[in-house]
């Protein structure tokens, strides 16, 4: 059984720079959620995509766009790149239903220059 | 707004027991979660709260009080591999958001 998988693992970019970060869900699972991780800080959330369309939204700027595909992966977008975008970038895919446990796929830790 | 409070550092032998407390204020409460996450790695869920009490999985249990905002997780024989970052996470009024603390990062001693 496939868990979350993340691509890539590792990106360097410069400022001004566009990135596109891609997630495949757990296997049975339809729900992807988003989540930026500075150094030492707790996971913050980005957004969540359900049936294709973006179901909620944390306080990030319109820089940051996401997709959802009709097998359920996801890409996440980042435009016009920032030194504070360095960042461990998380998804988590979960069921939609009464517990919505997500997990954790292993992340793109994101080097901005 | 939303506000998780962890212990920043905690520190404990192995064969020890230690209690991670986490106070939360959050706007909704539809459950609470504890992740584990080593450096570098993604979190890993280790347990599930939506009800008052204690939830036993193992060396793992976490307690829940949604009147006082509080809740903790008990880790019990530790060993040296526990040495890791210890999160925990509120999702509010709503399906899926999840509002994470800092989180409490857990060295184990020989």
């Known amino acids: 059984d496939a868990g979350v998988t993340q691509s890539p693992t590792h990106l360097i970019k410069t400022r001004g720079q566009q990135v596109t970060l891609r997630c495949s869900p757990k296997s049975g699972h339809d729900t992807v959620s988003w989540y930026q991780q500075a150094l030492g800080q707790g996971p913050q959330f980005i957004f969540q995509?359900?049936?294709?369309?973006?179901?909620q939204r944390g306080n990030f700027p319109d820089r940051f766009s996401g997709h959802q595909f009709p097998n359920y992966s996801s890409e996440l977008n980042v435009n016009a790149l920032l030194l504070g975008d360095s960042a461990l970038y998380l998804c988590?895919?979960?069921?939609?239903?009464?517990?919505?446990?997500?997990?954790f796929g292993p992340g793109t830790r994101l080097t901005v220059l | 707004g939303q506000n998780i409070d962890q212990p920043t550092e905690m520190t404990a032998t192995e064969g020890a027991i230690v209690q991670i407390n986490c106070t939360y204020q959050?706007?909704?409460?539809?459950?609470l979660f504890w992740y584990q996450q080593h450096a570098g790695e993604a979190p890993t869920f280790l347990s599930y709260n939506v009800l008052d009490g204690l939830e036993e999985k193992g060396r793992f249990s976490s307690f829940l009080s949604r009147s006082k905002g509080y809740s903790y997780l008990l880790l019990k024989e530790l060993q040296m591999k526990d040495s890791a970052s210890y999160l925990c996470?509120?999702?509010?009024?709503?399906?899926?958001?999840?509002?994470f603390g800092r989180g409490t990062q857990l060295t184990v001693w020989p």
């Open positions: 995509y359900y049936e294709e369309e973006e179901r």
């Open positions: 988590a895919s979960s069921l939609r239903g009464s517990t919505d446990t997500q997990y």
């Open positions: 959050t706007s909704g409460f539809n459950g």
């Open positions: 996470a509120v999702r509010g009024s709503t399906l899926g958001r999840l509002y």
